[in-house]
């Protein structure tokens, strides 16, 4: 192409750029009329289901080169800066920076959000309970090592609400500064991480190193950049920030694994059309109980998607999620019959990439 063409092109991306600002900046008038209203009402500035329906209907409208991930990642960011205008917004979540809860948070908060790395789940609940933070990202389940405990007594333990789930692709890299395999005598990484990269380890003879577990994969390449003789099993985020060669991509035993993530604040999401609610369950320990329970969510046409039973302090409690709102009313109704032994930790809207 010659350089006539290519100034004419630039000339016309530029007319979309100054639409495009002077549209967005139209928009977030609107936003912050819309957060006038909020405070007089008293509503919560961030609504998922409000955002979902809007990225449904632009991807039902969209006829161009944009696909739904394209849509959603223009999109989120726009919700995200219009929020942050009205109110900035303080995210705790799982730290250090990099790790995959840091991922999940960026996700759904953007580039523009204040970002808080907490180095406990408990910590963080407490820091969205004293309102140091407006919402928190902690991890609920892994598709390879189950149900995160700490989340779900702190869900237990805090009256606090799930407002959304992020469902992340979790990859794991090999990173470290020895240029051979055969001279790395240990490996730092997170417990669970290592569980998930069993076989890769095996297969190259790494399950005979050193396997030093400590609290977070990215603080796992912050150390092995500066261990000669180590790696680190991390994201490869993790590996970029702290400048730490990458050996292998993907080296997870099973090519889906995923983390799924909760939002939790203190406030409740309207309905959808298309929601998921979480409780918690306590069952009388009598003969039949449970199968009771699940009757009555069938009676009602209601689809359960999780079920699990975790002990706190002695007592079996089981965590549950199904399709539909708190407010739909075969779910109020099913409820109802529970009161007392059910904790509703809040419905959301539900993710497409599931777990
Ligand atoms: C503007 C609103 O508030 C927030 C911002 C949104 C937006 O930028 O479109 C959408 C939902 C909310 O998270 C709203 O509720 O309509």
């Known amino acids: 192409m010659n350089e006539v063409g290519l100034d004419a092109l630039r000339d016309k991306l530029d007319n979309i750029d100054n639409e495009l600002l002077k549209l967005i900046n139209e928009r977030m008038e609107i936003v912050h009329q819309v957060g006038v209203v909020k405070a007089h009402s008293g509503g919560a500035i961030y609504r998922p289901e ?9 991807e039902s409208l969209n006829n161009g080169k944009l696909n739904r991930a394209a849509i959603e990642a223009l999109f989120l960011e726009i919700f995200a800066i219009s929020r942050n205008l009205e109110l900035p917004e303080n995210v705790a979540y799982l730290g250090p920076e990099g790790s995959f809860t840091h991922q999940a948070a960026e996700a759904r908060f953007g580039a523009m959000s204040s970002y808080v790395s907490i ?43 799930i407002i959304a789930e992020v469902v992340l692709d979790i990859h794991h890299t090999l990173a470290s500064t020895c240029d051979k395999i055969e ?46 003789g180590s790696a680190a099993i991390c994201p490869h985020v993790g590996a970029k920030l702290h400048n730490l060669p990458i050996l292998f991509e993907n080296i997870e035993d099973k090519d889906n694994n995923k ?12 309905q959808s059309g298309n929601d998921k609610t979480s409780i ?6 009598k003969q039949g109980a449970l ?24 007592n079996s409690i089981f965590f549950i999620d199904f399709d539909g709102h708190k407010d739909d009313e075969n779910v109020k109704k099913v409820l109802s019959k529970y009161d007392g032994n059910v904790k509703i930790l809040g419905s959301y809207v539900k993710e497409i990439n599931d777990i």
């Open 183 to 228: 001279d790395i005598k240990r490996i730092y990484s997170k417990d669970i991480a290592f569980e998930q990269c069993r076989k890769f380890l095996s297969n190259f003879g790494l399950d005979e190193v050193e396997h030093i577990p400590i609290e977070s994969t990215t603080k796992a390449a912050k150390i092995a950049v500066n261990e000669p």
């Open 291 to 314: 199968v009771e329970f699940l009757t009555d969510f069938n009676k009602v046409n209601i689809n359960l998607t999780k079920i699990k039973s975790h002990i706190v302090e002695g």
């Open 259 to 270: 983390t799924r993530f909760f939002i939790i604040s203190d406030f409740e999401n309207g």
């Open 50 to 58: 409000r955002e979902k329906a809007i990225i449904d209907r632009l």
């Open 119 to 161: 180095s406990s789940i408990k910590g963080i609940f407490r820091e969205v309970d004293t309102k140091k933070a407006r919402f928190g990202v902690v991890p609920i389940e892994n598709s390879s090592n189950g149900i995160v405990t700490d989340t779900i007594n702190c869900l237990n333990t805090y009256n606090l609400k």
């Open 280 to 285: 918690l369950v306590t069952l009388s320990d």
